[in-house]
């Protein structure tokens, strides 16, 4: 087995509390050494072991890779003009979302692929090494089951969101639309997927109709999560707290009320700061979660409506100058957090018997992400010890 040490990291964050070096367990003047796709050591590049091969990193700084809890990316088409039409003064509904459902239907299933897999790539620049997707662009049982089975071939966390929006066929019978997706649609879209999702808002799913959908599919072993209060406050959060939802998304509008459900829940607040820019809607502020000990996840929600942005370097400058969230707390939520909230603990951390999953900075420190807003900072992207992604320097 070949093992490989990367040496002469400046700063190396692992996200290790036990380390008791702050939030992000910073070493400096760092090294480790991987094998067989896992992190064997870290420490000290002073006392790194003898290994196969050798990488100087010269005084770059290395992060865990990015974990995107929240991504949109089975559809086809783009909503650009829509868009421009919103900057022109037009307000966001989730009305858009029907345009992508037809696109989304008249689509090939080589091209929603490609779409996919051109979005993964755009991720991997981005130095996202994990990321979940969902389907509802579908909305009928044929599309969504091709969605979930398209987006299962480039991630685990594969999201089952039949409950996006009610589709025009089904204007004014919600509830018999409810019954499809709890029914037949679920049935054939649970092999494909882990979650299940409901975007539960006015005009969309409301709390009655997102707590059946959430159970049945529960029922089906699937796990929940949820989109909540995104336009407005709603029992949403109850809700997610309620069914020990692993993840709230966007809680743009929140009341004392939610997050003292979510401070004494498992549940953790993810943000979804491009929402808002994309939007040019307000933005909530994380210091309120942060203050009451909650868990919280940034992800870049990316989708061609509200937020088509696959950088979580942009989310981390936005959430940092927009959402109060210190620069320690916005590295730690795109990592850490966004494991959490896929309630996975392999990755989204640097610590021996990980996976070696982590980015190598073209910068000094983790600071310059948010410090250097829109510039590539991105040097080099490893997945499980294998280099996807490198910057032509
Ligand atoms: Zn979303």
């Known amino acids: 087995m070949t093992s490989v040490l990367y040496t002469d990291i400046s700063s190396l964050v692992t996200n290790d509390q036990g380390l008791e070096l702050g939030l992000l367990g910073e070493l400096k003047d760092a090294a480790l050494v991987i094998e067989n796709g896992h992190i064997s050591w870290l420490g000290s590049a002073k006392e790194a072991p003898d290994a196969d091969q050798k990488v100087s990193l010269e005084g770059s700084s290395v992060i865990p890779g990015f974990v995107d809890s929240h991504a949109h990316l089975v559809f086809a088409g783009n909503r650009a003009e829509e868009f421009a039409a919103r900057m022109n003064g037009e307000n966001y509904t989730a009305g858009g979302i029907r345009n992508t459902v037809s696109a989304t239907r008249s689509a090939s299933d080589e091209e929603l692929d490609e779409n996919i897999a051109t979005l993964a ?94 159970q049945a599919g529960i029922a089906n072993d699937l796990q929940p999560r949820i989109h909540a209060n ?24 929140l009341t004392d009320k939610d997050i003292d459900l979510l401070a004494n829940s498992n549940t953790v607040a ?109 040097s080099e992207t490893v997945i499980a010890g294998t280099s996807i992604h490198r910057s032509n320097k």
């Open 121 to 214: 790539i755009e991720m991997y620049r981005s130095g996202i090494t994990t990321f979940e997707t969902k389907s509802g662009y579908g909305l009928n049982v044929f599309d969504e089951t091709r969605s979930v089975r398209l987006a299962a071939q480039h991630t685990e966390d594969v999201t089952f969101l039949g409950a996006h929006v009610i589709p025009e066929e089904y204007a004014g019978r919600t509830d018999e639309y409810v019954q499809l997706v709890c029914g037949e649609m679920l049935e054939s879209c649970a092999p494909y997927s882990k979650w299940i999702d409901v975007f539960c808002e006015i005009g969309a799913f409301d709390y009655d109709q997102a707590k059946v959908i959430l």
């Open 270 to 378: 993810t943000l979804l700061p491009g929402a808002e820019f994309s939007t040019r809607s307000e933005y909530p502020d994380a210091s309120r979660l942060f203050a009451a000990g909650i868990t919280v996840a940034l992800a870049t929600d990316c989708n061609p409506g509200s937020s088509f942005t696959t950088s979580m370097p942009f989310c981390i400058a936005l959430a940092v100058r927009e959402m109060k969230f210190t620069v320690e707390q916005a590295i730690w939520s795109a990592t850490m957090g966004g494991a959490k909230a896929l309630r996975r603990d392999d990755v989204g951390q640097l610590a021996v018997g990980k996976s070696a999953d982590f980015v190598v900075l073209n910068a000094p420190s983790y600071l310059h992400l948010a410090y250097r807003p829109g510039v590539d900072l991105i």
């Open 230 to 253: 995104q336009l407005s406050a709603s029992r949403a959060v109850e809700l997610a707290v309620e069914l020990d939802c692993a993840s709230a998304d966007h809680l743009s509008h």
